[in-house]
């Protein structure tokens, strides 16, 4: 038992501090002072450098060529998703963009059921309902602004993110590692031509480095790792906590206040996605013990 309790606890500490760190992404993408596709081009070379040299072990590139094709088109998914997120956060306020990308999981409850045929349950049906009507709020206080080009750009980005977990789900022995570096290196290659690389101030550089060579790795490999010790629905709780984190920063150093309508689809969204995985896991946990009762009596 107590083996159990250590090794949850120290899942719980990766998936906390994994995605607190993520959490500091929109304010760094802020920081970083500069044109979208120059964050894109630097921050995406610099993760794919930074992980790549993680993936020079013979096995990891043994696993690599056996799933080449999926491997490429979760690494087009991953590129599709950092690049979307950066210019989302270029072009509307940052909790519109956090607060839409926390449905991420309900695209990927759709796509499951789609292409996987796997059931969705009435539950989850009813909280992709609930999510939806939280992004209208959302995206009504962006019709009358300049945000909704970047609204859209996070709806898109959700979505890429939903079916990279329908495609991951699929191929479960998959290293993520190599996955991410690709599209890192995917997103700057795409990038090259729209980028100014090397008319940054030292600032800007100081920022993108710490994002590409610390913050994205060091928050990638914490929450990929916390997967060892706690269920993936329990993980993806954790991602609540950067919907909220990275409006908070945002609003606490660059003083962004986040409008009412964003706060209030956020609590729709955020509620209907807390919610949702409760149960899940309340029904998961019942599934485990009801096996258990029964050797009980036996």
Request: glycine share 10%; proline share 4%; hydrophobic share 55%.
């Amino acid at each position: 038992m107590s083996f159990s309790l250590h090794g949850h606890g120290r899942g719980l500490v990766m998936a906390a501090s994994g995605v607190t760190v993520l959490s500091f992404d929109s304010l760094l993408v802020r920081l970083a002072a500069t044109d979208g596709w120059n964050i894109i081009f630097w921050r995406g070379a610099l993760m794919g450098l930074s992980l790549g040299l993680l993936c020079l072990d013979g096995r990891r590139l043994a696993t690599l060529r056996g799933y080449l094709g999926v491997s490429l088109f979760s690494a087009i998914l991953l590129g599709i998703t950092s690049s979307l997120f950066v210019l989302a956060v270029m072009n509307t306020k940052v909790a519109n963009v956090v607060v839409i990308l926390s449905a991420a999981p309900l695209f990927a409850a759709l796509f499951t059921h789609f292409f996987l045929h796997d059931p969705v349950a009435v539950r989850t049906w009813l909280a992709i309902l609930s999510a939806m009507a939280g992004m209208l709020i959302v995206f009504s206080a962006s019709l009358t602004g300049d945000g909704l080009v970047g609204d859209v750009y996070a709806v898109i980005a959700a979505a890429a993110v939903g079916g990279n977990l329908t495609l991951l789900r699929r191929h479960p022995n998959l290293d993520r590692i190599p996955l991410i570096a690709m599209g890192g290196g995917l997103s700057a290659f795409l990038a090259w031509p729209m980028a100014t690389p090397l008319a940054l101030t030292t600032q800007s550089y100081g920022i993108l480095a710490l994002m590409g060579l610390l913050q994205m790795p060091l928050a990638t490999a914490l929450i990929n790792n916390a997967t060892r010790h706690l269920p993936s629905a329990e993980v993806a709780l954790f991602y609540l906590v950067e919907a909220v984190f990275g409006t908070l920063w945002v609003w606490w150093w660059l003083g962004e206040q986040p409008p009412q309508a964003t706060l209030l689809g956020g609590f729709v969204i955020l509620l209907t996605l807390f919610l949702n995985a409760w149960s899940g896991l309340r029904e998961s946990n019942r599934r485990m013990v009801r096996p258990l009762g029964g050797n009980l009596h036996l």
